[in-house]
């Protein structure tokens, strides 16, 4: 109760006080959070492809959109494709070992990544001939976003292979012997047996990975500073930047209020689908 | 035979209370008369931006002081996040590991003051011995100093090798036209990335180079305004549009280098893939300068003011050794000390009795440079405002950087214009 209902309480009731005179000022803070082309540039986002940024809460959504079908369809590939690999056990643990690293780490191996001088991606674009192209990924307003996401990736796909290998050990066998004596073939029994079987673990995958993304802040804070100018920004990153730079409680603890009720929102609706399956 | 009885047991039993009366009184003086055991002295924590060769010269100095007083000193560099937004967080829970911290923002340092989290410093300092602007600084409404000004630093220009130079039949600007010239010819330079050495971390090179165009361009007064707030100047004034119009059109020339870590930039100046670098004062004791003697460094032409910052101590309320806190707050501010940092380079005393001869050649030059009657030091322009806006001007730059076109640049006034308004109000 005290560790989590009172903060819950403390932070809704901040969101409507002002800052330094602490008076109440009602939905000011959400209206001035909102109003801010930071949270949602409705003139870049009219023109989407003229590129970021189109303030936090659409890069969170961004993270959402192209961040979570890479994982679950990595996660799934590779614990299909490691299920009866002899020595798998070793290859799994050493691409789990991204969500064991502390995020913020992992934000500091992905800036050398993207490095210009020093980072393999780069070195790559070097040895195959298109040492024109390279450049420091993270610092330009039309790769920092994109990059950060797909760059994301591999951490957090561990946890969506781990948790796709433990559905695969619970689909019975018998299942893919029937298929096998009926004629079908191993893209079939795929779609048709192991995908509808690995539902509930594409709730459970699908359910952290949207919770994961909708806070992300760590390899943000890291590896661009939600920049260059507002290019890479993220709900969780500017909530930071109000309270312990600006100083100002009441909008950082609006943008929480509305970061939880989007969180919740989501996680209702899954949660509900996963208690239907 | 009769048994001689000589001395009665009783009277050998007064002898024994006596004795023992003797030996406890011998005892209680001597436990008395014995001096006191010496308190083992604290070691304080002391945290600054500083590492490298600023941390190993800053270390040299606590050891004088440790030298002197038997105090131990422990030092931690932190880096400029850490300390901007770590130690506040510390403080507002009214705990602080931190015996002494040292920090070039005024604005956070009378924040701090103002929510009562640290010690007032008026009685520590002989406040005439430093410049009336430093103390200025950090003196809030009612006249109360709440820091002592360590050393400053300047950022007297472009830093260039000479050698590199003579070796390109390269010569120094006076002229914001030959400026320009130099840069083209500069990027002909075979082996060359980019003129200029763009520096990050979180953006505060890029900043200091911007400061230099305000005032090279705008003059001083333009900064001071900026610094003032919209009351006295607009981020989006025909003034400033100016200035970053010029700023734009040589970044969209690509004469600058995209930001890079500020120090790895300093070894690919250092290896002639760049011609130039702005930075403070504190060039000349970076390790990745292979032989200062062959620095040297070039003003912003035709500039009337230099972007000056001032290392500021302050001691926290909870401080856990407060009376050595304030032992050692003292000794810093003093010539003495100041003048043992001065010598190690990079850096220039506040103190009044700080001598000429302690300075090293280059720094001098810097110091002979900025002295002149001609040029203002101007405070360091997101340093002085701080806050919100900091992050935001240095976020901004970033984007201006990498995007240098009039549609990004106006954008980047709108968005500092509106930091601006909102920190004023």
Redesign the interface.
């Known amino acids: 109760m005290v560790f989590v209902f009172y903060p819950i309480v403390d932070t809704i009731y901040m969101s409507f006080l002002e800052k330094g005179t602490g008076e109440f000022v009602g939905l000011d803070n959400y209206a001035e959070v909102v109003s801010r082309?930071e949270f949602l540039d409705t003139k870049r986002l009219a023109n989407f492809f003229g590129g970021p940024s189109y303030g936090a809460l659409i890069h969170n959504l961004l993270w959402i959109v192209i961040h979570l079908p890479l994982v679950v369809f990595f996660g799934l590939l590779l614990a299909v494709f490691l299920r009866d690999v002899k020595g798998s056990a070793i290859i799994k643990t050493t691409i789990f070992l991204g969500i064991v690293i502390p995020l913020i780490v992992g934000g500091v191996v992905l800036r050398f990544i993207l490095d210009?001088?020093a980072g393999i991606l780069n070195g790559i674009l070097r040895a195959v001939g298109f040492g024109a192209s390279v450049?420091?990924w993270t610092?330009?307003?039309d790769t920092a976003l994109i990059t950060v996401i797909l760059g994301s990736v591999w951490i957090w796909t561990g946890f969506s292979m781990i948790v796709y290998s433990a559905g695969l050990q619970g689909i019975p066998v018998d299942l893919y012997e029937a298929a096998k004596i009926d004629g079908a073939s191993r893209w079939r029994t795929f779609w048709r047996i192991t995908v509808p079987m690995l539902k509930p673990a594409t709730i459970v995958v699908v359910t952290m990975t949207l919770l994961w993304e909708l806070k992300i802040f760590d390899i943000v804070f890291v590896a661009t500073?939600?920049?260059?100018?507002?290019?890479s920004k993220v709900l969780a990153y500017i909530m930071y930047?109000?309270a312990?730079?600006?100083?100002?409680f009441g909008t950082a603890a609006a943008i929480a209020v509305i970061l939880t009720i989007m969180t919740f929102g989501f996680a209702a609706y899954l949660v509900s689908r996963m208690a239907k399956s | 035979m009769k048994r001689n009885k000589g001395v009665s047991q009783t009277a050998w039993m007064a002898i024994v209370a006596v004795l023992i009366i003797i030996i406890a009184v011998m005892g209680v003086a001597w436990y008395l008369t014995m001096p006191a055991p010496e308190e083992e002295k604290p070691t304080l924590t002391v945290f600054s931006l500083w590492s490298e060769g600023e941390e190993a010269n800053f270390l040299q100095c606590l050891g004088n002081f440790t030298e002197e007083t038997g105090i131990n000193v422990t030092h931690y560099h932190y880096t400029t996040e850490d300390l901007?937004?770590g130690v506040?967080?510390q403080l507002r829970a009214e705990s602080s590991v931190a015996d002494v911290i040292i920090a070039p923002w005024p604005a956070w340092i009378l924040?701090l003051a103002s929510e009562g989290h640290l010690l007032e410093a008026t009685n520590l300092i002989t406040a005439t011995k430093y410049p009336t602007s430093y103390i200025n600084a950090v003196k809030d409404a009612n006249n109360k100093i709440w820091a002592s000004p360590f050393k400053a630093s300047g950022k007297p220009g472009f830093w260039y090798k000479t050698s590199f130079f003579t070796d390109n039949g390269l010569s120094v600007p006076t002229t914001y036209a030959a400026f320009k010239t130099l840069l083209a010819n500069i990027t002909a330079i075979s082996g060359i990335e980019e003129a200029v050495a763009s520096g990050?971390t979180?953006?505060w090179p890029l900043s200091d180079t911007t400061e230099a165009f305000i005032m090279g361009l705008g003059g001083y007064q333009l900064q001071e305004d900026l610094i003032t707030g919209p009351s006295a100047r607009n981020w989006t004034d025909t003034e400033v549009r100016n200035v970053f119009g010029n700023l734009t059109e040589l970044l969209a020339a690509d004469y600058f280098s995209?930001?890079?870590e500020w120090t790895?930039q300093i070894t690919k100046f250092w290896d002639e893939k760049y011609g130039i670098y702005f930075m403070g004062s504190w060039m000349t004791t970076m390790s990745q300068i292979g032989d200062v003697t062959d620095l040297d460094f070039f003003p912003f032409p035709g500039t009337d003011g230099v972007g000056g910052s001032v290392d500021y101590l302050i001691i926290p309320k909870y401080a856990p050794h407060p009376d050595e806190a304030k032992e050692l707050f003292q000794w810093l501010s003093g010539a003495d000390a100041q003048e043992i940092m001065v010598g190690l380079g990079g850096f220039f005393g506040t103190h009044a009795d700080v001598p000429a001869t302690a300075y090293t050649t280059l720094d001098k030059k810097v110091l002979d440079f900025i002295s002149q009657p001609t040029i203002h030091i101007v405070s360091d322009l997101d340093d002085a405002v701080g806050?919100?806006f900091?992050?935001t001007f240095?976020?901004?730059l970033?984007?201006l950087?990498?995007?240098p076109t009039t549609t990004?640049m106006n954008?980047?006034l709108d968005?500092l214009e509106e930091q601006a308004l909102a920190q004023q109000t």
């Not at chain 1, 500073?225 to 290019?231: T, V």
Request: glycine share 12%; no cysteine.
């Open positions: 082309k210009k001088d450049r420091d610092v330009y307003p500073q939600g920049g260059p100018g507002d290019a930047i109000d312990f730079q600006g100083n100002d | 901007l937004i506040p967080m924040e990050d979180v953006g995209a930001p890079a790895s806050g919100k900091q992050t240095w976020a901004q970033r984007l950087w990498v995007s990004t954008d980047v968005a």
